[in-house]
């Protein structure tokens, strides 16, 4: 079958997409799918493979002579349908302009199957204020959070670190609304440190919140699977970082720079089922579909969640291929498995239409 994967896009997780995808190329079963890549400039214009990428070539998304472009979205889909024959995609982005439900929703327009959340799902799980809110409805057990009134451009730092104190207390950790990668998110103790995080996302992003430090154990847990038929829970990955206090964005894709240990070092089989059950429980009330992966930490009185990433990062050092392989899902058979849920959502929707009549 005709895979087209997109990968860059404007968002700042760009270059984590591109290292992501160019894993998703290398270990992608050929003898099953023709991979078609796509490369979503910064600047918002897409620039689709002339041919489909060979085996045992490495894709090269600057070289402009491989490729189509530069070209609009509609239009770059048009020519991948049209031209290429695709027939599912793979969408590797992360962030704003990508794991948001922007290039979802084209794509459900489209009619056109492809991995992971739709855009109501996607949509809600990247707005880190609208998933509180869900899985708070949901019962799900969350941090402590200070959420302000107004936006992040008005925001005055003096007025909001007295409230946040009052609210919450330092250390603290405050987030912008949309974003992933830990992009967007810092400790603070102090009210420069609060101004300066403001500094630095002002005219960015449109909202932040803080929540409350919490100590113990971080764990994520990834979950396979669409909303509705049978969930496969993967192994909880324990995420203990070397050289930082916590999980940063270095920590994260700088290689060595965390210790990753399945399972938990200090989970037993007790904990290890109740945080199963509940990424299970974040990935069903998100009404997520493909994979999710949810990030908590669990304290002395029981784990809290974090989030929620409807596209976990593919990269060498990523959480959701060690899982996968924990659970002896070997990369070409992980990205098999996301690939044919997305084509039986498809069956499935189909199959709906036609009863509806």
């Given at each position: 079958m005709q895979v087209a994967v997109l990968a860059g896009g404007r968002s700042p997780e760009h270059d984590i997409s591109l290292a992501s995808a160019a894993q998703v190329l290398r270990h992608l079963d050929r003898s099953q799918w023709q991979a078609w890549p796509v490369h979503l400039d910064r600047d918002g214009t897409w620039w689709p493979r002339r041919s489909a990428l060979p085996a045992a070539a490495a894709w090269q998304p600057l070289d402009r002579s491989l490729a189509i472009g530069p070209l609009r979205p509609g239009a770059a889909l048009d020519w991948l349908l049209d031209t290429a024959g695709i027939e599912v995609v793979l969408p590797v982005l992360h962030g704003p302009n990508g794991e948001d439900g922007t290039v979802q929703g084209m794509l459900e327009l489209y009619d056109v199957p492809f991995v992971g959340s739709g855009c109501a799902a996607s949509a809600v799980a990247m707005d880190k204020l609208r998933t509180r809110h869900a899985l708070q409805v949901a019962g799900v057990p969350l941090p402590r959070a200070y959420e302000p009134g107004g936006p992040l451009q008005t925001a005055d730092a003096a007025l909001e670190f007295r409230r946040l104190q009052a609210e919450i207390g330092t250390p603290a950790f405050v987030k912008v609304d949309a974003s992933g990668s830990t992009v967007g998110v810092q400790r603070i103790e102090t009210e420069a440190e609060l101004a300066a995080f403001f500094t630095t996302f002002r005219g960015r992003f449109r909202r932040w919140f803080a929540e409350q430090q919490v100590q113990g154990e971080e764990i994520t847990v990834a979950v396979l699977g669409n909303t509705g038929d049978e969930l496969q829970v993967l192994p909880p990955v324990g995420i203990y970082p070397r050289c930082d206090s916590w999980f940063t964005h270095e920590a994260k894709y700088r290689p060595g720079a965390t210790e990753e240990v399945i399972p938990p070092r200090g989970?037993?089989?007790?904990?290890?089922?109740?945080?199963?059950?509940?990424?299970?429980?974040?990935?069903?009330?998100?009404?997520?579909?493909?994979?999710?992966r949810t990030d908590m930490i669990v304290t002395a009185a029981g784990p809290v969640v974090l989030e929620t990433n409807t596209i976990p990062g593919l990269t060498e050092t990523s959480l959701l291929p060690q899982a996968a392989a924990a659970a002896d899902l070997s990369f070409a058979a992980l990205l098999d498995r996301l690939l044919r849920l997305a084509l039986e959502r498809r069956q499935g929707s189909d199959r709906a239409r036609v009863a509806a009549g």
């Amino acid at each position: 079958m005709q895979v087209a994967v997109l990968a860059g896009g404007r968002s700042p997780e760009h270059d984590i997409s591109l290292a992501s995808a160019a894993q998703v190329l290398r270990h992608l079963d050929r003898s099953q799918w023709q991979a078609w890549p796509v490369h979503l400039d910064r600047d918002g214009t897409w620039w689709p493979r002339r041919s489909a990428l060979p085996a045992a070539a490495a894709w090269q998304p600057l070289d402009r002579s491989l490729a189509i472009g530069p070209l609009r979205p509609g239009a770059a889909l048009d020519w991948l349908l049209d031209t290429a024959g695709i027939e599912v995609v793979l969408p590797v982005l992360h962030g704003p302009n990508g794991e948001d439900g922007t290039v979802q929703g084209m794509l459900e327009l489209y009619d056109v199957p492809f991995v992971g959340s739709g855009c109501a799902a996607s949509a809600v799980a990247m707005d880190k204020l609208r998933t509180r809110h869900a899985l708070q409805v949901a019962g799900v057990p969350l941090p402590r959070a200070y959420e302000p009134g107004g936006p992040l451009q008005t925001a005055d730092a003096a007025l909001e670190f007295r409230r946040l104190q009052a609210e919450i207390g330092t250390p603290a950790f405050v987030k912008v609304d949309a974003s992933g990668s830990t992009v967007g998110v810092q400790r603070i103790e102090t009210e420069a440190e609060l101004a300066a995080f403001f500094t630095t996302f002002r005219g960015r992003f449109r909202r932040w919140f803080a929540e409350q430090q919490v100590q113990g154990e971080e764990i994520t847990v990834a979950v396979l699977g669409n909303t509705g038929d049978e969930l496969q829970v993967l192994p909880p990955v324990g995420i203990y970082p070397r050289c930082d206090s916590w999980f940063t964005h270095e920590a994260k894709y700088r290689p060595g720079a965390t210790e990753e240990v399945i399972p938990p070092r200090g989970l037993g089989p007790a904990r290890l089922d109740e945080v199963k059950a509940l990424a299970k429980l974040c990935h069903e009330t998100l009404v997520c579909d493909g994979m999710s992966r949810t990030d908590m930490i669990v304290t002395a009185a029981g784990p809290v969640v974090l989030e929620t990433n409807t596209i976990p990062g593919l990269t060498e050092t990523s959480l959701l291929p060690q899982a996968a392989a924990a659970a002896d899902l070997s990369f070409a058979a992980l990205l098999d498995r996301l690939l044919r849920l997305a084509l039986e959502r498809r069956q499935g929707s189909d199959r709906a239409r036609v009863a509806a009549g």
